[in-house]
């Protein structure tokens, strides 16, 4: 299976921006798209970006222009960076695999941002 470690969470003022980082190991699968996921205490885990093997990025209308999601094919690593971050970007996040072919999916253990003064 698909092991993933998180980096990079932490806590900054509004405004501010944080790198967050994720390394895949295991049985890696070439065909796969990787992304990040947040979620907020007491609501539901929502999208917020995903890459596929070729580049082609999506992201939630929430974090565009402000966040960019970027890997690398050979490390398989995926990060995120986040700017002009604002309270409600306060969340957990969470790495994501996801094996195209099989539709498994795998999860980082979360990592937690807080933005706040």
């Known amino acids: 299976q698909v092991h993933l470690v998180e980096s990079g969470g932490g806590l900054v003022q509004p405004g501010g921006s944080l790198g967050l980082s994720c390394a895949a190991s295991g049985t890696i699968v070439s065909d796969n798209v990787m992304g990040w996921y947040r979620q907020a205490p007491g609501k539901e885990r929502e999208f917020v970006a995903a890459i596929r093997r070729s580049g082609t990025t999506k992201y939630a209308d929430s974090v565009k222009g402000r966040f960019t999601i970027s890997r690398d094919n050979v490390k398989h690593t995926v990060s995120l960076q986040m700017n002009s971050l604002k309270p409600e970007d306060t969340a957990a996040y969470y790495c994501?695999?996801?094996?195209?072919?099989?539709?498994?999916?795998?999860w980082g253990q979360g990592t937690q941002v807080t933005v706040s003064s």
């Open positions: 994501n695999f996801r094996e195209v072919v099989s539709g498994s999916v795998y």
